[in-house]
Structure formats: C-alpha cells, structure tokens
C-alpha cells in the first residue's frame, strides 16, 4: 500500500469538514479525489501532506505514521502542489523549478539536480519560458511551471490539488498525459482533486468521491462512472456514453 488513511477527522468551529474517512491510496496509480464543492477534497489532500493537522485519527506512508516522520524525510518521498501558490520572490522558472530540488540540493545544486530540473521544464513544454520570470507568464504557464517544480522534487508521491486550474484544453490533456506517463513509465502514485469528472474518467485508474465532508463512494472507473452513483455525489441526473472505450459524462443540461 502507498497511502492509508485511518478515521481521519478535522473541523473548523463547528463546520466539520472531514468527517471520519478512511481509506488505502493503492501505489503506482492515478487515484482522483471528486465531488461538490466544499467536500472536504482539498482537506484531506493537505491532511496527507501534513500541511494540515488532522483533529483525529492516522494517515500512515509506506505502513508508517506520517507524525513520525521527519518533514526532510518526507519531503523526498512526497511532494504536494497546492491550489494556490504564492512565492514572495522574482523568480525565473528555472529558479522557481530548482525549488522543487532542495530536499537534496539544500540550494547547492549539482550536476544531477540539474538533470531532473530539465526533465521537469521539458515535460512541462516551458524550455522557452526558462529565463523568463513568473509574473510574466500567463495563468496557465505558472501553473506549469509549478507542476514542473514537483516534478523535479523527484518522489514517488505526487499530490496535485486542482492541477488544471487556469489552464487550456490543450495544456490540460498534456497535463493528464504526463501524469499518466510518470504513473505508468516510473511507477509513480499520483493523487489528484479534479474538478472534471470527465478527466479523471479518461485518466485515472482509482476514483475517491466525497460530499460533506464524508467518503461517499470508491472504486475503478467502471464502478463510479454510473449515473445512479454521480447522481448520490452531485444531486443531478448525469447520463453515461462510451466514447473511444471511455465513460463520459453528459452533463450539460438543454
């Protein structure tokens, strides 16, 4: 198992916002995290990566305790790209992807962390942008550049919260096809919250949907690509067609 996640609680106030999830995250996948708005998604994700504390219960990495683990340890074995990113600083995009180096490099990078600092701008598509600063590129070239940033960390964990955001169909699907290539050529477990179920339809192999805070449903594509399940997580009618051997699903309403 990659990521277990044991009676998982966290509230705000009152608000409870994760409410009792348990679940495996199964290793050398693609699992997407969907549903409304307010689910508790993008929470439980922060809770995984200890960006978050959870109020009660266990989240173990390779069968340990994540709480007891040290953050550099952690840090080179899994990596989290939250939703929103601020950096203080005028940065390049190859300064800003050298970031995603320093659990090894501690800012004295040498010739290998150069090597994975390309690879990352390369699978990204920005060695045009390489020189050019950040807050000079459009929406959807920062969040490339941030995605290139956790590539080059290197680790066999990848957590993505909302990675599509602000980004075309184009550089979407070149998103989701790197994503799939990383799963299927390095064996790396990618952990993604989506907003469109069609993606995580396309390119995922394990599907988490929550509402309210809770897990609702689990399973393979086959299983969670029903109009009688999305209807239980999104409260509308939502028919299924195949497409090119893929569930899709028709959400738009005349």
Same mark, same amino acid.
């Given at each position: 198992? #990659?990521?277990?996640?044991?009676?998982?609680? +966290?509230?705000?106030?009152?608000?409870?916002?994760?409410?009792?999830?348990?679940?495996?995250?199964?290793?050398?996948?693609?699992?997407?995290? *969907?549903?409304?708005?307010?689910?508790?998604?993008?929470?439980?994700?922060?809770?995984?990566?200890?960006?978050?504390? #959870?109020?009660?219960?266990?989240?173990?990495?390779?069968?340990?305790?994540?709480?007891?683990?040290?953050?550099?340890?952690?840090?080179?074995?899994?990596?989290?790209?939250?939703?929103?990113?601020?950096?203080?600083?005028?940065?390049?995009?190859?300064?800003?992807?050298?970031?995603?180096?320093?659990?090894?490099?501690?800012?004295?990078?040498? +010739?290998?962390?150069?090597?994975?600092?390309?690879?990352?701008?390369?699978?990204?598509?920005?060695?045009?942008?390489?020189?050019?600063?950040?807050?000079?590129?459009?929406?959807?070239?920062?969040?490339? #550049?941030?995605?290139?940033?956790?590539?080059?960390?290197?680790?066999?964990?990848?957590?993505?919260?909302?990675?599509?955001?602000?980004?075309?169909? +184009?550089?979407?699907?070149?998103?989701?096809?790197?994503?799939?290539?990383?799963?299927?050529?390095?064996? +790396?477990?990618?952990?993604?919250?989506?907003?469109?179920?069609?993606? #995580?339809?396309?390119?995922?192999?394990?599907?988490?949907?929550?509402?309210?805070?809770?897990?609702?449903?689990?399973?393979?594509?086959?299983?969670?690509?029903?109009?009688?399940?999305?209807?239980?997580?999104?409260?509308?009618?939502?028919?299924?067609?195949? *497409?090119?051997?893929?569930?899709?699903?028709?959400?738009?309403?005349?």
């Amino acid at each position: 198992m #990659a990521i277990e996640i044991k009676h998982v609680n +966290k509230s705000y106030g009152s608000k409870k916002v994760v409410d009792s999830v348990s679940l495996v995250i199964p290793k050398g996948k693609i699992t997407s995290f *969907i549903g409304p708005n307010g689910a508790g998604k993008s929470t439980v994700l922060a809770i995984i990566s200890r960006l978050l504390n #959870a109020d009660s219960g266990d989240v173990l990495l390779n069968g340990k305790l994540l709480n007891e683990q040290k953050s550099a340890d952690i840090a080179k074995q899994l990596s989290i790209l939250k939703q929103s990113n601020h950096i203080n600083l005028r940065l390049t995009v190859e300064e800003l992807v050298a970031f995603g180096r320093f659990p090894y490099s501690k800012g004295n990078l040498k +010739k290998n962390d150069r090597t994975f600092i390309d690879n990352a701008i390369g699978y990204m598509d920005l060695e045009e942008f390489r020189h050019q600063y950040i807050d000079e590129l459009s929406g959807g070239q920062r969040q490339r #550049a941030y995605i290139a940033m956790t590539l080059a960390q290197d680790t066999d964990y990848i957590l993505l919260d909302e990675p599509l955001n602000n980004l075309d169909m +184009k550089h979407s699907v070149q998103i989701m096809q790197v994503l799939r290539k990383l799963v299927t050529e390095l064996n +790396k477990t990618v952990v993604i919250v989506i907003h469109d179920i069609n993606f #995580a339809s396309c390119y995922s192999d394990y599907i988490v949907a929550m509402k309210n805070g809770k897990l609702v449903r689990q399973g393979s594509i086959a299983e969670i690509m029903q109009t009688s399940v999305l209807e239980e997580i999104y409260g509308m009618e939502i028919p299924i067609q195949e *497409i090119n051997g893929n569930k899709i699903a028709v959400y738009f309403k005349n």
